[in-house]
């Protein structure tokens, strides 16, 4: 984006330019010409106008018009926010997304901008940007914007390299579900393991790949009875092969570790660090965890036939299982006062005599305060017992991303039965968390505040009753506004 700027010169006259910013720098693109009366460098300032008229290029703060607006007869008739698309525009472009598909652009700004069904968002481009779509159109190509995906990922994939300089080498890997307003299930949307609570609706699960920063490269969807710890591999294998990532090392939580993908996984070469869930422990892991030092940063490695077991102390965590714990003696005490069992009473246990409390069980749970466990097949010469730790820590980034695409963009499709709307759905709402998470990485601020600051600035519709004239005004930028431009690197 370009902007006019007036400078004096070492010989006092004033300098009319042309410029632009990057990188924080102003980089002049035209000398209009210098001045040392008002009159001329008004005529300067007309002349560096028209030449970035014939240059195509849009000015962010355009300067007041200099026809006269006669107050009498002028009517105001709306407010646009066209900075707020120019600038997501911009982004689009600068990311590599601008090319791929004028409707997934605008579906996905408006994603960002505002959540809403197909049918209001065309509603809301015309009323907030002046763009229009007609509503046949849209929905007769809605459903053709799924076999964008592949083309959709390798701009991800790039836009994360190159402009996040991330390391595909490592990758994070989680599962989500998003149900869905009905009671029917059909070919996709099936009932299953909701994590939405929502088991007697249908759902789809969501498998998303992302980078150490939490930036979105991949994804697939697939039916919602599907068993989460079979979506990995072949999501996983499946991004390896389209982008030439070779052997990355999965991040992943306790639910996607089996027997069964470990094998796949070493099969095919791939490193690993997934939770484990130490209950399960064996006897001879839980003798290696009583006997081991309780300090914060001691670790363990025992080998299992998942990989190596990692387990870390934390007196952080220890407080936090001995909190829970605690809770849980006093409740399974009340139950079995009044010879109850409950439900899901995790220490109480009984049945043909009086009801109990499971010394077995709260011993075990007493030898696991305070540890957490992760399966690797990463050697211990090549990656050390706190470096898996920390690796694996690095899954709130995922958590975070899906707390992203359900609040600030409301991923649930819930106004889509068809599989094809539903699977072009996910993917806007894909490209929109990209570019949302491209936002907040380079700027460090939310998408919330991103979004607020951009629709700050407005442009108000004065039409001359008499003349027909239509004049705009762009109301002034806060002062928020130009550090998140210089920020985001869009230049104005």
Not at 100 to 125: G, P, Q, Y
Not at 244 to 252: E, N, Q, R
Not at 424 to 429: D, T
């Amino acid at each position: 984006m370009v902007s006019i700027r007036k400078v004096k010169t070492s010989s006092g006259k004033t300098a009319v330019q042309v410029v632009h910013y990057k990188a924080r720098k102003v980089v002049v693109d035209a000398h209009i010409g210098s001045a040392d009366d008002a009159e001329t460098v008004g005529i300067l300032m007309v002349k560096a106008e028209e030449w970035i008229h014939k240059q195509h290029q849009t000015m962010l703060f355009p300067p007041p018009p200099r026809r006269t607006l006669n107050i009498e007869t002028a009517r105001f008739v709306n407010t646009t926010h066209k900075f707020a698309y120019t600038v997501l525009s911009e982004i689009f472009k600068h990311c590599g997304f601008a090319d791929v598909s004028k409707l997934l652009t605008d579906l996905s700004i408006m994603r960002i901008i505002e959540s809403c069904s197909k049918l209001r968002s065309i509603e809301l481009l015309e009323r907030y940007f002046g763009i229009q779509w007609t509503q046949i159109t849209v929905y007769r190509n809605l459903p053709k914007l799924k076999s964008l995906k592949d083309d959709v990922e390798k701009k991800a994939v790039a836009c994360a390299k190159t402009l996040l300089h991330a390391d595909l080498s490592l990758i994070l890997y989680d599962v989500t579900t998003l149900y869905f307003e009905t009671f029917k299930d059909d070919d996709l949307r099936k009932r299953g393991f909701s994590k939405d609570h929502k088991e007697n609706q249908p759902q789809i699960v969501i498998g998303l790949l992302v980078t150490e920063q939490g930036f979105p490269v991949g994804y697939e969807v697939f039916e919602g009875n599907a068993f989460e710890g079979h979506t990995m591999l072949p999501v996983l294998k499946n991004f390896s092969q389209k982008h030439d990532v070779k052997t990355p090392t999965v991040v992943a939580d306790a639910a996607m570790i089996s027997l069964d993908n470990v094998k796949a996984l070493k099969k095919d070469g791939y490193s690993y660090i997934v939770g484990a869930r130490l209950a399960n422990s064996s006897a001879d892991i839980l003798d290696a965890i009583r006997t081991a030092m309780q300090k914060d940063g001691s670790t363990i490695r025992i080998s299992t036939d998942r990989g190596d077991l990692v387990c870390a102390y934390s007196s952080t965590r220890y407080r936090k299982d001995k909190h829970e714990m605690d809770k849980q003696l006093e409740r399974a005490e009340i139950l079995i006062a009044k010879n109850e069992p409950g439900r899901r009473a995790k220490f109480v246990v009984g049945g043909d005599g009086p009801y109990v409390v499971n010394e077995t069980l709260k011993q075990k749970a007493m030898t696991l305060l305070g540890w957490k466990g992760y399966y690797t097949n990463i050697p211990e010469a090549t990656l050390s017992n706190l470096e898996v730790v920390t690796r694996y820590r690095q899954l709130w980034h995922v958590e975070q991303t899906f707390r992203m695409a359900k609040s600030d963009l409301e991923a649930r499709p819930i106004f889509h039965y068809k599989e094809d709307a539903i699977r072009a759905h996910i993917l806007i709402c894909f490209v929109a968390l990209c570019i949302g998470k491209y936002m907040e990485s380079v700027t460090g601020r939310s998408l919330r505040d991103i979004r607020d600051t951009l629709m700050s600035v407005a442009d108000a519709h004065i039409v001359d009753s008499k003349t027909g004239d239509t004049t705009i005004l762009r109301s002034e930028p806060n002062e928020k506004v130009k550090p998140l431009l210089k920020d985001l690197g869009v230049s104005y």
